[in-house]
């Protein structure tokens, strides 16, 4: 147990002494410190308005009429639709003097409206998520539906309250809101594919590194494998766990200290996360890390050369990018209780991910969680005692890349 | 303390690496393992280690099975095994804390090797920054970190300067009055010969010869004597005078540039039949010794024999 301890210390502290470690915590926990005191930022510096990223001037809109439209409830109308940050105006000019006044920047965009139900739209750059021309076709299916209920001598309010009837509803969700869950879901699998991946191959090279400069000779000869692979694991695990925690935790402190200047709903609903669901997120974490530390160890253990890492670890980095794309595409499809996905969902590698997702987005009874959770548990018992042998044999496998067969000879126990 | 290894025999598929290596090493011993590349030297103390299990045969220490976790050894490698990217001072701790010892005490120890090997300069620099000679006398602390009762070491010698070298000899050396048991291998034979109580010369995976080296070098040398010229002109009627003794079977000039004589082979006469001849005969000798060859020579001899 001794040992244990002075491997996990030894890892641990490397690991959280490493310049990566550092620099990619303090570049996370900044930016995610300046993300959520955006708002702050914006109200104390910005004024009540807060900043305006992008253009600082209005845009500005010509609205040339030759309809029979009224010039000012025309005028009216687009105003309404076009109130933030547009300037929209009426003109005389005709359609090739609007396109110069367009083009020579004067104006950003023009509408000549030659009928209640025909417009041309002159403007110079179309924006990637431009939504002008739909909010035109609504500003004339509005003025249209107005002329043409003036003109069937309906009053003005009648008109005003037609036109402006709402809906309420209510919805009353018995299972998961999957348009809820669906965002933070996505993210929290981004974080744990990234953080698991890492950490993994970080495992893997480390153990890599070690037998290529031949430490494990000496360390093998002073330790138990299983000394060395658990301390390793386990140290490795803990400065990435601390790295999520310390990660996490500055974005949920940071939101619940700033949630009153945040008006985004997107942050607003990735901080919406239930406890549970963070609580389930922690433990799929630890047991995926451990599923895939050991896996990577095992791989990174039968390398010679630090060269080989990478084509000896590509096995379990597919298996690993199986289950990301399986909870990707389980989550798009929207079918997280079908049952291939609730088979997957018990499969030690796909599961801290798929799992995760049932969790999140659909309905999984109690019982498969535990079930799924068990089966994760034991493996990681069992891929630790075989890694520890890989690991064990690994120290003399020198020279050419093992072959399978080589591989499987190692699995049964070695004495010394 | 008595190290004994028995009859042990190793193959790696179809070739077979060692073959029936027997030797015995006692405390305050040096034992040198001989031999060319790929003889064998490396497996046999990497079977030592309990890195692998030898196919036949046993490592006792004091009659029992060597258990090597259990015991104080200090093992260094061939190709060193040492952190790159690890400080100094930090991965000493740390071998010397797996073995058992406390941090401050693995802490003392480092400083105090440190100081002997005159290293305390780089006590907090990365391992990767220093020579290769630097890194191998770290390598050297680390192994004896932990105050070891046995002394494992793997061509020590390899890429040392002589001053280096002269140090790691000095520290060997402690570590024989010490008590400690010492086993190196090595094909530099110049260092073998300097400390080493016994040798086994492994050729072929198989003991070519083994035992104290003055008794090797004994069986070795009988009747054979070296006769020292007055100069490298008189050379070649010295050896003709020689090679018309009666008792003498062969004679052979020595083949060193630097050094005028004849090595001479005793047929039935002893050295004093010799030491005679020449005096009667008033031959320009300026003396004439027992031949002793050079650890070399019988390294050469014994492997190229083989092989």
Redesign the interface.
């Known amino acids: 147990m ?2 244990f301890f ?2 996990f210390k ?1 890892e641990l502290i ?1 690991q959280l002494k490493s310049k990566t470690f550092i620099v990619i915590t303090a570049i996370l926990v900044v930016g995610i410190l300046f993300a959520v005191n955006l708002g702050r930022i914006e109200k104390v510096f910005g004024g009540e308005d807060g900043f305006n990223f992008g253009k600082d001037e209005d845009t500005v809109m010509l609205i040339k009429n030759e309809s029979e439209f009224n010039d000012d409830e025309l005028l009216a109308t687009f105003k309404t639709m076009f109130s933030d940050g547009y300037k929209v105006s009426l003109t005389d000019k005709t359609q090739d003097q609007l396109k110069k006044t367009v083009k020579s920047g004067d104006a950003d965009s023009a509408v000549v409206i030659k009928a209640p139900l025909e417009y041309t739209y002159i403007v110079d750059t179309v924006g990637m998520y431009d939504a002008d021309e739909q909010i035109i076709n609504q500003a004339m299916i509005t003025s249209y539906r107005y002329l043409a209920m003036a003109q069937s001598g309906m009053s003005e309010e009648d008109i005003a309250a037609v036109l402006g009837a709402t809906v309420d509803s209510d919805v009353i969700v018995t299972g998961k809101d999957q348009t809820q869950s669906f965002l933070y879901t996505y993210i929290i699998i981004m974080i744990l594919y990234m953080v698991l991946l890492l950490y993994g191959q970080f495992v893997a090279s480390s153990v890599a ?2 037998k290529s ?12 494998p299983m000394n060395l692979m658990f301390g390793k694991v386990l140290g490795s695990g803990c400065a990435g766990l601390l790295q999520l925690v310390l990660i996490l935790g500055t974005a949920v402190v940071g939101f619940r200290f700033n949630e009153k200047y945040i008006d985004n709903e997107m942050l607003k609903s990735l901080f919406g996360v239930p406890t549970s669901v963070a609580v389930y997120t922690v433990v799929f974490f630890i047991l995926g890390y451990f599923i895939y530390a050991f896996m990577y160890g095992a791989a990174g253990s039968l390398v010679s050369r630090v060269e080989d890492l990478s084509t000896l670890i590509m096995p379990v980095t597919f298996l690993f990018m199986a289950a990301f794309l399986a909870s990707v595409f389980g989550m798009t499809g929207g079918s997280v209780d079908g049952t291939l996905y609730t088979v997957l969902s018990f499969l030690p590698t796909f599961a801290p991910l798929v799992m995760l997702v049932r969790v999140c987005m659909g309905s999984v009874p109690t019982w498969q969680i535990a079930v799924s959770i068990a089966i994760q548990a034991v493996s990681v018992g069992v891929l630790g005692v075989l890694c520890a042998r890989i690991y064990r044999a690994g ?2 496998l020198y020279g050419n890349k093992p072959k399978l067969e080589d591989v499987l000879k190692i699995l049964k126990p ?3 | 303390m008595k190290l004994e290894v028995i009859d042990i025999s190793k193959s790696f598929g179809e070739k077979q690496v060692l073959n029936g290596i027997n030797f015995t090493v006692s405390s305050g011993e040096a034992l040198g393992l001989l031999g060319r590349n790929g003889a064998g030297k490396t497996t046999t103390i990497r079977i030592i280690m309990q890195l692998f299990p030898p196919n036949s045969g046993e490592v006792l220490l004091d009659g029992k099975p060597i258990d090597i976790r259990s015991i104080n050894i200090g093992y260094m490698p061939e190709e060193r095994g040492l952190y790159p990217k690890k400080k100094v001072l930090e991965q000493l701790v740390y071998f010397a804390e797996l073995k058992g010892a406390s941090k401050a005490e693995a802490v003392a120890r480092a400083d105090k090797l440190l100081e002997r090997l005159d290293m305390t300069e780089y006590r907090g620099v990365k391992l990767e920054t220093l020579s290769k000679g630097n890194q191998q006398k770290i390598q050297l602390i680390a192994t004896l970190m932990c105050d070891p009762d046995i002394v494992i070491l793997d061509e020590p010698f390899s890429g040392l300067d002589p001053v280096n070298a002269m140090l790691l000899k000095d520290v060997v050396r402690e570590c024989i009055d010490e008590g400690k048991i010492v086993i190196f291998s090595s094909h530099q034979m110049n260092y073998i010969e300097e400390f080493c109580n016994h040798i086994v010369i492994i050729n072929d995976g198989q003991i070519a010869v083994s035992g104290a080296i003055t008794d090797i070098k004994h069986s070795y040398t009988k009747n054979k004597a070296s006769v020292f010229a007055e100069n490298k002109g008189a050379v070649a009627d010295l050896k003709k005078l020689i090679g018309g003794f009666g008792f003498v079977s062969e004679t052979e000039e020595i083949a060193d540039e630097n050094t005028a004589g004849v090595i001479v082979t005793l047929g039935d006469g002893g050295i004093s039949d010799l030491m005679k001849a020449l005096a009667d005969a008033g031959a320009p000798v300026r003396g004439v010794t027992a031949y002793e060859p050079s650890l070399a020579e019988i390294f050469v001899d014994y492997t190229e024999a083989e092989s």
């Open positions: 001794k040992q002075t491997v030894f490397g590194s070690e400069t031949r430490c494990m000779e000496v360390l093998i000869t002073s330790s138990k120290v003399l070695v004495n010394t």
